[in-house]
Structures are given as structure tokens and as C-alpha cells.
């Protein structure tokens, strides 16, 4: 039965073991990117986290509107931005600070995140980014190791001086726990000290750009105190009878490369499933990549289509959908033409035109409703170049996973067991020529036992001894005497803490 501080040896050990497990796995998880973690800066997430907060982030399958993820961005994809995900799928999030105004710039996709927040310790990432702040938490980790698996007990059984011993199991344990420990402190600095080089990003495509929007000078007046109809406002009839509709059409890849039309058309139609087209602009042949082409809206002439229609059918008069389409058809450098398209959208009754299921963009040139579309693909990206320093944390790290499976293998026996073992041997050396005392009984020798802190050593013929360098205090049948060259032993019984060896 084990004492109370062979338990605490025990437990203390046992403690040690599963701190140092947790420090592999927390090493094995560095080195795989399955976490990682960010120390925070500037306001963008107050306040939710502050400067100097320090925040663990893990790889998830996946992630949701709402949850704080980090990811690469800035000048090559070296700094590491940690915000809340407000839109997007897997395959680009939109990202943006609690704190900040504006968007993220850059959407990255699932598999570029490197992880969502899940531990955060406020306050203290700025000392944790001085490299020996986290030297001095490596040490002093190993150290707290070492003293909870090797420090001694308070109370360790002495017996007499013995020959030194060979290298045991227990020893070779020991060696492998302090293997175990400078493998872990060596992957976790070659993680810390891991700088992977970013793959460049690919070269952004060329894109085709138009803009649609009306216009036209009216009267200064209650209805349009500026003068002027931007698109947007409501045209009333009785005010105006024609608006200007222009399309500009332009695109940033080389203009020397860049051929093609582009023209605008005007289709109109009611409920009852009349529909029409009339042409506003030819097609008209791209300058420098760019065209601008003019149209009017005659809104007289499309209400007295829209009511002759109506009247040859019976459908009755109502409102007239108005759109109006821009087109364009577009080579760049002799390739296959792309199709362009957008549309000006309204609705036209007998008292006004208005815009319909669009919001204009205010730009340099005024309102315009302005689409954006590509040209030509980006190309593909550049192969990430290999993190020179990835082989060397998987070899740390299956070394260290090797180390601590043996380190289990070979754990030691009880304690007691090898200890009472040991004194044995030690005893069975040391029963020469020495004072003999006897004791009046076995409960006497005990309390000896206790008070001397010395094991109890019993014959084969029936004698029961402590022995010490300069005395052996014995009780029982026999006598203790030294026959050559040792004393047999039948069993030794440590008597304060209870533990024996056979």
C-alpha cells in the first residue's frame, strides 16, 4: 500500500507527464498551422479586443457570417488581419473591423484563413512579442517540468554508501523526459522563428466598364429648383417631353490590343406581354477601347405606341416598361469576342418616368448606373514557394512524437519496488565488522526504524536488523552476522513509508 508521499511522488510525475503531452500537442498543432495565434494592434476591433490582446485562432471546416477569423494581407501577405467576417462564402469573405467604416479590401477564400478566434488573453501579446519574453517562457516551462518529473521528496530513505550502479531504466526514463523537453522548446522556436514567403498574387485581369445614365435641362422651378434632371430623379411628363440617355463604354486592357462595337437599343412593354425594341445608337466601332454613344427618350412618342397598342388589342392603357440596353461585343489582342451588356431600367406612366430596381453611383461624370465586368481571366497563380523550415518542425516534431510513445514504453516500476530493491543490495554490502545492538522487540525496532529513517532488514534464520554505518540495532532469533560475501536477504520493509521489495 502506497504512503501518502509515495502518492504525491506519483501524482506530481503523473502531472508532469500530462503537461509535457500538452506541449507536444500544442507543438505538433504550431507546426501544422492547425493553430496559431495573433497579438492584436491598432483599434479596428475595439471593443471587442484591444491593442496588445493576445488571441488564439484555430482551422475550422468551416466558418460563418458573425465569427472573428484572421487571414494574410497587406504588401506580400505579411501582416495578419484579425477581423469579423460580415458576408461571403468559402469562396471569398468579406471582412471588416467592428470599429472600421469601410470594407477589407480583399476577400480571401476558405482555405486562405488561418483560423477563427477561439482563446483570448487581453493585455498580454505585447510582452509575448519580445523574443526573450518568450525565451524566458520557454525556460521557465522546462523548468517547472523537470522539477514536477525529477525533484526529489522531502523524506528520502538514506542507507549506506553503495558502488555505483550502471545505467537503469529509471535513468534512461529520465534522460528520454529531458529529450522530450528540449525537443519541445526546439519546435516551438522553429515555428516562432518560421518566416514562409507568400505566394505572389496573380496579376488582376482586364475589365470592361460602363456607365448608363440620363440627363436633361428643364425650367428652375419648385419641382427642380437646380434646373436640372440627374439620373435618379422622377421625369414628369407635363414638365418635359424628352430625356438624353449616354453610354460610356471603356476598358483597361491595351488600347492598341482592343477591338470591337458597341451600341444601345431602347425594348419597351406592358402587362398584357407586348414587347418591342427600337434602336437608339448603332453599333458603333471602339476608339482606344472606349465609346460614347448618345440616345433620346421621347416620351410622347413611347405613350402613344404604348396607348395604339393597347387600343388595337383592347388591353386597355397602363404603364409601359422602359428599358434601355447597352451592348458591346469585344476582342482583345484577336481572341474570341466577349459579350457586354447592362440596362437602364424605368417605368413610364401617364404622369411620370421613374428609375426602376437600380441605384445610381455618384462618379466623376455625375450619377450613372455604372457595371463592371471582366475582360480577360486573371491568370493563375504562382505556386507558393515552400517554407524552408517546414521539413525541419515535421522532423522535430515526429522525433518528439517518438520520444514521448518510448518515454511512455519504458515508464519506470513503482518507485518503492526499485528503491526497496536497491537497499537490499546496499544492506547485503555493508554487514561487515560494526557495533551490534539488540533491541527488546520487533515494536521497539520499528520505532527505531521510524526515528533513524532506515529500512528493516530480516534474515533467513529468523533475525529482524536495522542497520546503520556505525551500528546494526537487531531483534529475534538468530544473530546477525556476515557471512561471505554478503548477507542473505529475505525482504526489506521501508517502515515510514511502507513500500517493499522482494
Known amino acids: 500500500m502506497k504512503t501518502p508521499s509515495a502518492t504525491y511522488r506519483s501524482l506530481r510525475r503523473l502531472l508532469g507527464v500530462f503537461l509535457l503531452a500538452l506541449l507536444v500537442l500544442a507543438g505538433g498543432a504550431l507546426a501544422s498551422g492547425r493553430i496559431a495565434y495573433v497579438v492584436t494592434s491598432g483599434v479596428s476591433m475595439q471593443p471587442t479586443y484591444h491593442a496588445g490582446d493576445f488571441v488564439i485562432v484555430a482551422k475550422a471546416g468551416s466558418y460563418q457570417v458573425g465569427e472573428i477569423a484572421a487571414y494574410r494581407g497587406g504588401a506580400g501577405k505579411r501582416t495578419t488581419a484579425l477581423h469579423r467576417i460580415i458576408g461571403g462564402d468559402a469562396g471569398g469573405f468579406e471582412f471588416k473591423g467592428d470599429n472600421n467604416q469601410s470594407v477589407d479590401p ?177 453599333a458603333t466601332p471602339l476608339a482606344a477601347g472606349r465609346a460614347e454613344l448618345r440616345g433620346v427618350l421621347d416620351l410622347p412618342r413611347i405613350q402613344a405606341l404604348a396607348d395604339g397598342v393597347a387600343k388595337t388589342t383592347g388591353a386597355g392603357a397602363g404603364g409601359v416598361n422602359v428599358t434601355v440596353k447597352a451592348s458591346a461585343d469585344v476582342s482583345v489582342g484577336g481572341a474570341a469576342s466577349i459579350a457586354y451588356s447592362s440596362e437602364l431600367p424605368f417605368k413610364l406612366t401617364s404622369t411620370a418616368l421613374t428609375l426602376d430596381k437600380v441605384t445610381p453611383t455618384v462618379s466623376p461624370d455625375g450619377p450613372a448606373v455604372i457595371s463592371e465586368k471582366p475582360l480577360t481571366p486573371a491568370p493563375p497563380a504562382a505556386p507558393k514557394p515552400k517554407d524552408p523550415s517546414r521539413g525541419l518542425r515535421t522532423a522535430l516534431l515526429v522525433a518528439l512524437l517518438a520520444l514521448v510513445m518510448i518515454t511512455v514504453l519504458i515508464w519506470p516500476e513503482s518507485a518503492g519496488d526499485k528503491a526497496g530493491a536497491a537497499t537490499v543490495q546496499a544492506v547485503g554490502a555493508d554487514l561487515g565488522p560494526a557495533t551490534r545492538i539488540q533491541v527488546a522487540d520487533h515494536a521497539a525496532l520499528e520505532a527505531l526504524a521510524r526515528s533513524l529513517n532506515e529500512p528493516i532488514v530480516e534474515g533467513e534464520d529468523g533475525w529482524k536488523a536495522v542497520v546503520t554505518p556505525s551500528a546494526i540495532y537487531w531483534t529475534g532469533a538468530g544473530l546477525p552476522t556476515p557471512p561471505a560475501p554478503g548477507l542473505p536477504v529475505r525482504r526489506v520493509r521501508q517502515a515510514v513509508n511502507g513500500s517493499r521489495g522482494d
Do not use: C
Open 106 to 282: 480583399l476577400r480571401p477564400t476558405s482555405d486562405e484563413l488561418i483560423g477563427r478566434a477561439v482563446v483570448h488573453v487581453p493585455k498580454v501579446g505585447a510582452a509575448l512579442k519580445a523574443p526573450l519574453t518568450r525565451a524566458v517562457v520557454l525556460l521557465t516551462l522546462a523548468l517547472a517540468l523537470g522539477l514536477l518529473i525529477f525533484a526529489p521528496s522531502s523524506k528520502t530513505v538514506r542507507h549506506a554508501p553503495a558502488a555505483p550502479r550502471p545505467l537503469t531504466a529509471r535513468k534512461a526514463w529520465k534522460a528520454l523526459v529531458v529529450l522530450d523537453v528540449v525537443l519541445a522548446a526546439a519546435l516551438g522556436v522553429a515555428h516562432l522563428r518560421a518566416d514562409t514567403p507568400a505566394a505572389p498574387a496573380p496579376e488582376k485581369g482586364t475589365t470592361q466598364t460602363g456607365a448608363l445614365a440620363y440627363q436633361a435641362n428643364v425650367p428652375v422651378s419648385d419641382t427642380y429648383p437646380a434646373g436640372r434632371i440627374a439620373t435618379g430623379d422622377p421625369v414628369f411628363v407635363k414638365l418635359l417631353n424628352a430625356v438624353g440617355v449616354s453610354f460610356r463604354y471603356s476598358t483597361d486592357a491595351p488600347p492598341e490590343s482592343v477591338t470591337g462595337t458597341a451600341r444601345l437599343d431602347l425594348e419597351l412593354s406592358n402587362a398584357s406581354g407586348w414587347r418591342t425594341s427600337l434602336s437608339m445608337a448603332p
